[in-house]
Nanobody, 126 residues
Framework: QVQLVESGGGLVQAGDSLRLSCTAS????????MGWFRQAPGTEREFVAA????????YYADSVKGRFTISRDNAKNTMYLQMNSLKPEDTAVYYC???????????????????WGQGTQVTVSS
């Protein structure tokens, strides 16, 4: 089990960039499949991006493909989400999540992760 802490959120204008970080406690970070989700007010939490244990395989929601990049540094127990060309519709609380069990392809996109951070607010003004 890992504990997750997100950082890097803030208020930006449309077209700007932000980089979110998710730092994990413990020595098993590299054993976890990791993901980013987001939740806007009045909506359900939705998948944003995910990355395999080694970082070789990445997955993205269609809405962020080509604008967001997920990465991880297992030596630093940290995962990142580089967000470029931000849009007002990207406004949400962003959560990082960890999953110890190897996911199926469908599991990647579902909320079925084992550990969650507390979230960081991203607000994009038009």
């Amino acid at each position: 089990q890992v504990q997750l802490v997100e950082s890097g959120g803030g208020l930006v204008q449309a077209g700007d960039s932000l980089r979110l970080s998710c730092t994990a406690s413990g020595r098993t970070f590299s054993s976890h499949f990791m993901g980013w989700f987001r939740q806007a007010p009045g909506t359900e939490r939705e998948f944003v991006a995910a990355i395999s244990r080694s970082g070789v395989n990445t997955y993205y929601a269609d809405s962020v493909k080509g604008r967001f990049t997920i990465s991880r540094d297992n030596a630093k127990n940290t995962m990142y989400l580089q967000m470029n060309s931000l849009k007002p519709e990207d406004t949400a609380v962003y959560y990082c999540a960890a999953r110890l069990r190897e996911p199926t392809i469908s599991d990647v996109y579902r909320n079925d992760y084992d550990n969650w951070g507390q979230g960081t607010q991203v607000t994009v003004s038009s």
